[in-house]
Nanobody, 124 residues
Framework: QVLLVESGGGLVQAGGSLRLSCAAS????????MGWFRQAPGKEREFVAS????????YYADSVKGRFTISRDNAKNMVYLRMSNLNPEDTAVYYC?????????????????WGQGTQVTVSS
């Protein structure tokens, strides 16, 4: 089983920036597609961003495109989500996830392993 631990969440003012980190262990990190999802209270978990195993390909939800950047460092078994120009609608628990297969998907049910999440709260 792959263990994922997110960090970097917290409280930030609207317009601010935050960087989330996800540390992976227990698997072959460089073989995995990695994704970030978020879930706000009362809402479904939604796709935020994903990155291919080499880091060459990235994908973003329309709601975050141009504001968020996903990246990875395979030497450190880390994936990151840099978030800029945050607004209150970005408030959610953010999760990193592993997909064993390589194709790009946005459905959370098609990801295989999940971290416990980190809370991001954006105040107005």
């Amino acid at each position: 089983q792959v263990l994922l631990v997110e960090s970097g969440g917290g409280l930030v003012q609207a317009g601010g920036s935050l960087r989330l980190s996800c540390a992976a262990s227990g698997g072959t990190f460089s073989s995995y597609t990695m994704g970030w999802f978020r879930q706000a209270p009362g809402k479904e978990r939604e796709f935020v961003a994903s990155i291919s195993r080499s880091g060459a390909s990235t994908y973003y939800a329309d709601s975050v495109k141009g504001r968020f950047t996903i990246s990875r460092d395979n030497a450190k078994n880390m994936v990151y989500l840099r978030m800029s120009n945050l607004n209150p609608e970005d408030t959610a628990v953010y999760y990193c996830a592993v997909r064993i297969l390589l194709s790009h998907v946005t459905d959370s049910r098609l990801y295989d392993y999940w971290g416990q999440g980190t809370q991001v709260t954006v105040s107005s």
